[in-house]
């Protein structure tokens, strides 16, 4: 029997299991729309004259995040909405998102920016994985991807960047830090309370959406994105702990939302006793860091 909404009496589209509800498109988008609103309020004002940048790769995620951000914001006339990529260089996988980012941009009428690994660190990542390094290829590319996203950002004068890290993103991320013990970094997870000098604090609007709810909004959407698989993602350490907290979503419906909300609830007392670090300029790049040389130029000196 086909299920109808929990609302109306349309059919369905979708059940939410971690609360027992059917929802036609319409709720379904009410829904979706409602919970990312609240939480970009509860993640700081935005003033008039602000600049936000959003971090689109072409997958789902980010160009739901682009086009959320984009209704939202585009309507205040004192601020811009402006998209940058990422080219990390890596051929039949990044070249086919680019285009399909970029013609989003071109519909929403977002001006798009990429930046590319080639001409900030020298190497693209097909370069760099050649090289075969004990790091491995996402250790690498998480680096120089802040890297460029941050310079990026500093350059265009954007005062906010949006990513598109969704629920599941962060719930494998808390987990992923309790277990290695990695309290300072995990006190670090954004959305960022306060400004340091050098960094263009983040905006996580999705951090409260799970990642098939994502991609069924930019379906009822009619948003195009990209489906592929990174090639080097098969190998990273992240895949454990999604699968764990996969297995756990499943036998106990509500998982992801229980590990964010409890990390909501003691992130202050984190901040309190691991305070963002005290930040100086890097000794070749110019890039904050804690350090005397930043991580990105260390491990350019691996690659170059």
């Known amino acids: ?8 009496n349309k059919p ?3 059940f939410i299991r971690y609360n027992g509800t059917h929802l036609c498109k319409d709720h379904f988008i009410q829904y979706f729309e409602r919970r990312v609103k ?5 993640q700081g004002k935005t003033e008039n004259g602000s600049k936000i940048g959003v971090a689109i790769s072409g997958g789902k995620d980010s160009l739901v995040a682009l086009h959320i951000v984009n209704d939202i914001f585009s309507k205040r006339r004192k601020i811009d909405v402006i998209a940058i990529t990422v080219d990390e260089g890596i051929k039949g996988y990044r070249n086919e998102s680019i285009e399909i980012a970029s013609n989003d941009c071109k519909k929403l009428g977002v001006e798009h920016h990429v930046v590319t690994f080639k001409e900030m660190v020298g190497k693209t990542m097909d370069e760099i994985a050649s090289k075969n390094d004990e790091l491995g290829e996402c250790s690498y590319c998480g680096v120089f991807r802040r890297l460029c996203l941050n310079r990026k ?17 962060m719930a494998q991320s808390i987990l992923m830090n309790f277990t290695n013990g990695d309290i300072q970094k995990l006190a670090r997870l954004g959305p960022h ?9 983040r905006m996580l609007p999705l951090r409260v959406i799970p990642e098939k709810e994502n991609a069924l909004y930019a ?9 592929g698989v990174c090639p080097y993602s098969t190998s990273a350490y992240r895949r454990v702990f999604r ?9 106990n419906p509500g998982t992801r939302h229980s590990i964010l909300n409890s990390y909501d609830g003691i992130k202050d007392i984190l901040l309190e006793k691991y305070p963002p670090a005290d930040l100086n300029k890097c000794a070749r790049c110019g890039e904050p860091t804690s350090q005397e040389i930043c991580k990105a130029c260390i491990l350019k000196d691996k690659i170059l």
């Open 219 to 227: 379906i009822l959407k009619n948003i195009e994105y990209h489906d």
């Open 1 to 8: 029997m086909k299920k109808t909404c929990s609302k109306c």
């Open 193 to 201: 309370q306060k400004v340091q000098p050098g960094l263009v604090p």
């Open 243 to 251: 699968d764990i907290i996969d297995d756990l979503e499943y036998k």
């Open 12 to 14: 369905a589209v979708t």
């Open 153 to 169: 950002s500093k350059e265009l004068g954007i005062t906010k960047l949006v990513t598109g890290h969704n629920l599941d993103d």
């Open 38 to 42: 609240k939480d970009i309020k509860k």
